[in-house]
């Protein structure tokens, strides 16, 4: 039926009446203080960061661009500023007049607050810290200049300067911290945001690199101090430090505090690990170490086949070069496993003393090969004892283990055979060779694990690779990480995504038709035009423009590329001015046979020109009035470094291309599943789902109808798991052959029968960049299980493992049941997470074909709930609401057609657009 509003004269009275009896029967909680953490280290990931409401950083150790992450993820940064002290080996001589002392302990210059010259130099850090991102200010050594001189009128004077000096830094930027400062703050001509002390319980001293208990005497006069803070109304923020491989004590310690009404910080003395307020982050950083000696980073084990598995368990991989790696910098209190994958010659005595350092503290895993070290393979329980010869078969394994492959000869590789020395280990694969000789192949122990050639990977001519074992639950065994809600962008609002991408590539190719139209003609005629999903389509700029490599046909083409920018369902996008096929200057030249980029007369590749000088070209030349370049489709090989992603981001682009993951049927190996993107510090680049129709053709050289296979891909890379969104992806040469073109049509019509959410490439770039950078932590006080915080994400995946979503208490537009747990749908940035024994009643958005923009439950009494919801769809709208049949539509806007299926509300419109209504509900 199509939908009417539910209008009543008594609607308003019965909400008043609701609202009445909600408000007097509503509890009145005691909230929780806003978390806060104190981060001096380098910020190389602001994802741990995300789960604090607040952070104080030191302004040098991270960009703008981490901080407006921080910001989208609704967190408040405050720049750490010393006002009583200066910092720093060289001092010059302009500063060195106004140091009244020096603070021993930290080897700084205590400064004259006095002083208009530091006033000033303190007004001017701040409005430079200000214009960076800082929304507020930490003041540290505050009380510095009583270490100077304890005369009562110097005391005093430095004392109103420092009144002054705060003052003017609060019409600057009216949010501060103060590091203690107690005798000062009623003098100040305002109140300020926290008053924060350290070491009330727990100590910390730097001379001596040492935890300590503090006196109780110094806790009762500080206890009385941050309690007259809080007399003023004003927060009281207190430090402790606990080192943090010790969470269990750091969460006692935050409860202490929280007791006292005091807001935690448990953190390391220095204040460079992720420590324990309100909240604490989950641990959920896989570091792997590979040789960079064979591969580059993106060619290596980790970065090509383990990645992908620790995504999809919801953890973020790490892949760092052994011989690029500053082991003594590394604070393995963040990640929850460490990796080894090398070969035995790699290893060395400084690998060894530091793994000694956090043994038994991080789960340590060796994959594939042991170091050649007796007394380090003592201190893991294991013993060589020989080698492998011929035939291997299995002996004995952990039942969940299922074997894919079978094993090389032996003896061919020369396997070294283990045993176990220490009772605690485990064995969970025993291998057997043909002369009855059995070794441990992988084993789990309270250390970690370790699992050796050959159950690992197998690969044929180092360009397929194949595991051994069925990967996920290999992995589960050895790595053993905890089960977390999983950032997800293979779906979105409860449906799988489809995109469709076209590379450039071939856009002034002739067809094998009659009149030999162009290829892209073929395509805008019988595919863009005939299916209006989302597009991305590129162009590259020395094939069609007048000063390229087809001058002749140059107005042709680009009229072609104006026709197909102008429809509604097309965004634009570059692929380069000359293609380039490799992006990596380290790439061995004689992997180059077909040069640097498309042959163009006297040109050299120049990045500029070939990222702003093609995305100028189409924006002035080719796109629409009201249409610019979105995206940045990489060309080649796709393997661009991280100071060339960093280009696009001048442009605010966003970039796709990279990886290549193909499996089809008979050829089906996860190992050939890439992960979803290659992330650096500064930039990401986000991989194309699954590889275009070059690998499904033989390179072009047979079955110009193969692409159709990729049907195959999407099948199979949509269950049992969902690894990949539906991403059909191929280039302007596909319409040359009319089989190829058939293949395309194909595989379009099976993608209109599927349930999914058409999303253009760049809303899928845009979750997938930031798939690292979401969120995930723990309250200290279990008011809730799980804290997300999403800066583009839009679904958690749940594992079955998981208890019920609490609807009445968690923020979320709903779920869906998909093969391999259930796709919930985020609506706000920041989402409490509960579960419960028992499943909800309440009403909640199955899926939809489209973007939730907002899902807005309201309790309007006990017994009735208020939803209002707003969609936007790129089709026409599909939408299912589950557990609506006892709901009403009021204050509707939009016109759609509404049909009851069970228990469920299933709502349609011919058209796409944006659909807001509002249901009445009664609570289940």
């Known amino acids: 039926m199509l939908f009417k509003p539910f209008n009543s004269p008594y609607k308003n009275i019965f909400v008043f009446i609701c609202f009445l009896f909600s408000a007097n029967s509503s509890a009145i909680n005691k909230p929780t203080p806003e978390s806060i953490s ?28 981490q901080l407006k992450q921080l910001h989208e993820g609704e967190v408040e940064t405050f720049a750490y ?49 200000k214009a960076k991102g800082f929304t507020g200010l930490f003041l540290d050594t505050l009380d510095s200049y009583k270490i100077a001189n304890t005369d009562a009128e110097f005391q005093e004077l430095q004392q109103q300067g420092l009144i002054k000096a705060l003052n003017e830094l609060n019409q600057l930027i009216p949010n501060l911290l103060l590091n203690r400062g107690f005798e000062i703050v009623s003098q100040l001509d305002f109140k300020p945001r926290g008053v924060v002390a350290e070491s009330l319980f727990k100590g910390y001293n730097v001379a001596e690199n040492s935890y300590y208990d503090t006196d109780p005497a110094g806790q009762t006069w500080l206890i009385d101090r941050l309690n007259e803070i809080r007399a003023l109304n004003i927060e009281a923020i207190v430090i402790d430090y606990i080192d943090g491989n010790y969470k269990a004590e750091q969460r006692s310690a935050a409860k202490a505090l929280l007791k006292h009404n005091f807001t935690p910080y448990i953190g390391d003395g220095l204040l460079q690990q992720f420590g324990v307020s309100t909240v604490e982050p989950i641990k959920r950083r896989v570091l792997t170490f590979y040789s960079n000696q064979d591969v580059l980073r993106h060619e290596s084990n980790c970065s090509r086949i383990l990645s992908t598995i620790i995504e999809y368990r919801g953890y973020v991989p790490e892949c760092v070069a052994i011989e690029e790696a500053s082991l003594r910098t590394i604070d393995t209190t963040r990640y929850q496993a460490i990796v080894f994958w090398l070969e035995p ?19 340590l895993v060796i994959l594939d090969h042991l170091p050649y070290n007796p007394v380090f393979l003592n201190k893991l329980g294991i013993e060589q004892e020989g080698e492998f010869t011929g035939k291997l078969t299995v002996k004995n394994k952990h039942a969940t283990l299922e074997k894919l492959l079978p094993f090389t000869n032996a003896s061919l590789k020369h396997l070294p055979r283990y045993k176990i020395t220490n009772d605690q280990n485990q064995a969970q694969l025993i291998l057997e060779d043909e002369l009855g000789n059995t070794s441990v192949a992988l084993i789990t122990a309270p250390w970690g694990a370790v699992a050796l050639k050959p159950t690992v990977i197998q690969s044929i001519d180092l360009e397929k690779y194949f595991w051994t074992f069925e990967p996920f639950t290999f992995f589960d065994l050895v790595l053993q990480l905890p089960e977390v809600p999983v950032p997800d962008i293979t779906t979105e609002s409860g449906n799988r995504i489809l995109t469709a991408h076209i590379d450039g590539d071939g856009f002034p190719s002739r067809a094998w038709m009659p009149d030999k139209p162009f290829s892209a003609d073929v395509l805008l005629q019988r595919i863009f035009k005939k299916y209006t999903i989302p597009h991305t389509v590129s162009v590259i700029e020395a094939e069609i423009s007048a000063d390229g490599l087809h001058p002749e046909h140059s107005d042709e083409l680009e009229a072609i590329a104006r026709e197909t920018f102008k429809l509604p369902h097309v965004e634009i996008a570059s692929h380069t001015y000359s293609h380039p096929f490799f992006w990596d200057d380290r790439v061995d030249l004689g992997e180059k046979q077909y040069g640097d980029s498309l042959p163009i007369p006297g040109y050299t590749v120049d990045y500029d020109k070939e990222i702003f000088g093609s995305v100028d070209y189409i924006n002035e030349k080719l796109a629409p009035k009201g249409k610019k370049v979105k995206m940045l489709l990489w060309s080649g090989v796709a393997d661009p470094t991280e100071n060339i992603i960093e280009k696009t981001l001048q442009y605010d682009l966003l970039n796709v291309n990279g990886g290549s993951t193909f499996v089809v049927n008979g050829e089906d190996s996860i190992a050939q599943v890439f992960p979803h993107l290659m992330w650096h510090e500064n930039a990401v680049q986000v991989y194309a789902p699954v590889i275009n129709e070059n690998l499904y053709t033989n390179l072009w050289t047979e079955n110009y109808s193969g692409y159709a296979r990729v049907i195959e891909t999407f099948e199979l890379l949509g269950y049992p798991k969902r690894l990949k969104s539906i991403s059909i992806y191929y280039h302007m040469y596909s319409g040359v052959y009319p089989s190829s073109v058939e293949a395309l049509e194909k595989i379009y019509d099976w993608t209109y029968t599927q349930e999914s959410t058409p999303l253009y490439l760049s809303e899928y770039a845009e979750r997938a960049r930031t798939l690292y950078e979401t969120g995930i932590g723990k309250p200290l006080n279990n008011e809730y299980d799980f804290l997300i915080i999403s800066t583009g994400v839009n679904t958690l995946r749940l594992s079955d493992d998981f208890a019920h979503i609490n609807l009445n ?14 796709y919930v749908s985020l609506v706000k940035t920041r989402t409490p997470l509960s579960f419960t024994s028992n499943k909800s009643k309440a009403v909640y958005l199955k899926n939809v074909n489209g973007v939730i923009n907002t899902w807005q439950v309201t309790q309007v009494c006990q017994r009735h709930k208020s939803v ?8 026409p709208l599909n939408l299912t609401i589950s557990q609506g049949k006892q709901c009403k539509f009021v204050n509707n806007k939009s016109e759609f057609t509404v049909e009851i299926k069970g228990n469920n509300l299933h709502l349609t419109s011919p058209k796409a657009g944006t659909f807001t209504a509002t249901l009445e509900c009664k609570n289940g």
């Open 38 to 65: 104190f981060y001096y280290q380098h910020v190389d990931s602001v994802r741990e960061l995300l789960v604090y409401e607040r952070v104080v950083l030191t302004p040098s150790a991270v960009t703008s661009r």
């Open 809 to 822: 208490s968690t923020p979320v537009a709903g779920w869906n049941k998909g093969p391999d747990g259930r």
């Open 345 to 363: 010659v790699s290893y060395n005595k400084e690998i060894f003393k530091w793994i000694d350092t956090w043994f038994g503290k991080t789960r």
């Open 81 to 129: 500023l010393s006002v009583g002290e200066l910092h720093g080996e060289k001092i010059s001589a302009e500063f060195k007049q106004y140091i009244i002392s020096h603070n021993q302990d930290w080897d700084s210059a205590i400064m004259d607050m006095a002083s208009e010259f530091w006033k000033n130099y303190l007004l001017g850090k701040a409005s430079e810290y």
């Open 868 to 875: 209002r919801f707003s969609v936007t769809t790129h089709m």
